[in-house]
């Protein structure tokens, strides 16, 4: 991030200076007490179980630079921060002074910012852009999955000298889109899709589909905005009358879409329609469903004058993000590593790569996708029945009671002579022990679960990406 000093802190915030110079400079801005660097500004936040100002004085000894609090300091904080001349910004929360520092700091960049949200496909997107841009800028991207009312202040601090920015965008309950949208004011947006993830804080599609284009909110007039043409949702939802619509996908009427498309070795090539000027593309990634990213992306760049050659050739390099459909292949075994997330839409997504390994022993290990809510049970017993109808695995591995349920239904759905393994277990380390027997040369298995089911500590085994993989 730009150096900033405590003076420009304490104007953007609004806060009051207790101790310390303001001619300090920050340059780098942390809410993790483990995560203390030169010329740091600690914020700490207040979480549901845990008060980060009680490491105030741990962060202070560590180094610290400059500190927000939203409490009274104890005497022992206060003697610590004087006897290390660490400048002390008193404010009326933690989080919106993070938030209203970074709306200060984006209100003094000129580059154009796209936004990117949706319910899947969200990280795959936003890399996809970031790489199509870069034939013709100096792009800067969200590092990790920065991408919430937390993530995205953290994001935005970060930017120096790039030219464009593309920045995801995620929410998870009411009103967080609104937040960042208008910390972000982006230049254009994606959306990707209206699926089922965080259906539990939001209640219905319909809601979600309204909370993820709030991304407009923040947006200025004339700004573009892409929308899967394929998800009849989704363009059903309310745009501003001032918006430049675009929409991408395979639908004949989408402003970008794909033409001619095949698999070969489960990555997808097509000939790509960005509004009537046509390049051919050859992904690096696999899956059929990755044709929509690129479109979303090639859209952007045609947008911004990338030269639509220049911009394939880029998505071509793209191998994929960590633990995101990524293929490795490790002793003989070919391992399709998507364990970041799950959600029902990527779950489908994420079998179908597996069902065209149709010249290897296929083995699906499946785990819970969570916060479904009401619905869960029937949206894994869905996928269940989904699996077993198109036959597109020879085993099929499942952990936790929820994956329990899909593996239930895939059970009563499978039909002679269609008679593929199951196993269902309840504790990983168990799950773990079988794979290791099980999965032998020329198999191709596939990790696919909610984060908290830790499954990408069993790919990264499996694919040599780890020592062990089951802690």
């Not at 870069?134 to 792009?139: E, I, P």
């Not at 499954?455 to 990264?460: C, I, K, R, T, V």
Request: charged residues 25%; contains cysteine.
């Amino acid at each position: 991030m730009r150096a900033l000093s405590i003076g420009e802190i304490r104007e953007a915030t609004g806060g009051e200076l207790l101790s310390g110079s303001e001619d300090v400079r920050i340059s780098y801005i942390s809410i993790d007490s483990r995560d203390v660097r030169e010329e740091t500004l600690f914020v700490p936040l207040v979480g549901e179980k845990v008060d980060a100002h009680r490491f105030l004085e741990q962060v202070i000894a560590d180094g610290a630079k400059a500190v927000f609090t939203a409490r009274d300091l104890t005497e022992a904080q206060h003697e610590a921060a004087a006897a290390a001349g660490t400048a002390v910004i008193r404010v009326s929360d933690t989080l919106i002074a993070l938030q209203a520092l970074s709306a200060w700091h984006r209100s003094r960049l000129s580059l154009p910012l796209i936004g990117v949200t949706g319910s899947v496909g969200k990280t795959t997107t936003r890399e996809m852009i970031a790489a199509a841009l870069s034939a013709k800028y100096r792009v800067f991207k969200t590092k990790a999955n920065h991408n919430s009312q937390i993530g995205v202040p953290l994001t935005l601090l970060d930017i120096e000298d790039e030219e464009i920015g593309v920045i995801e965008m995620g929410i998870s309950r009411p009103g967080e889109m609104h937040i960042i949208s208008e910390l972000v004011c982006p230049s254009a947006a994606v959306v990707t899709n209206i699926g089922t993830a965080h259906l539990m804080e939001l209640g219905s599609r319909e809601n979600i589909r309204d909370e993820k284009l709030k991304i407009q909110d923040g947006m200025q007039k004339d700004a573009y905005i892409f929308r899967n043409a394929d998800d009849a949702l989704l363009l059903a939802g309310a745009l501003r009358e001032d918006m430049i619509s675009r929409t991408y996908g395979r639908a004949e009427t989408a402003d970008c879409r794909a033409e001619n498309v095949s698999l070969v070795n489960g990555c997808a090539e097509f000939t790509a329609n960005i509004r009537g000027e046509r390049v051919e593309v050859k992904l690096g990634v696999p899956g059929e469903h990755q044709v929509w990213n690129a479109l979303a992306a090639l859209g952007v760049a045609e947008a911004y004058g990338v030269p639509l050659d220049g911009a394939a050739s880029e998505l071509s390099r793209f191998k994929g993000y960590r633990h995101r459909q990524q293929i490795f292949e490790h002793e003989g075994v070919l391992v399709i590593d998507d364990s970041y997330n799950a959600s029902p839409d990527s779950m489908r997504a994420a079998l179908s790569i597996l069902r065209e390994m149709k010249d290897r022993r296929r083995i699906a290990v499946l785990g819970d996708m969570k916060e479904l809510g009401a619905e869960e049970k029937e949206l894994h017993r869905e996928i269940g029945a989904a699996l077993a109808a198109t036959e597109g695995a020879d085993c099929v591995l499942t952990l936790g009671e929820l994956a329990g349920e899909l593996a239930e239904a895939f059970r009563a759905h499978c039909k002679a002579p269609y008679s593929p393994e199951l196993g269902c277990f309840s504790e990983r380390e168990e799950l773990f022990e079988v794979l290791k027997e099980k999965v032998k040369p020329g198999d191709a298995v596939l990790f696919k679960a909610s984060n908290s089911m830790k499954f990408s500590e069993l790919a990264d085994y499996f694919s040599g990406q780890g020592e062990r993989g089951a802690h």
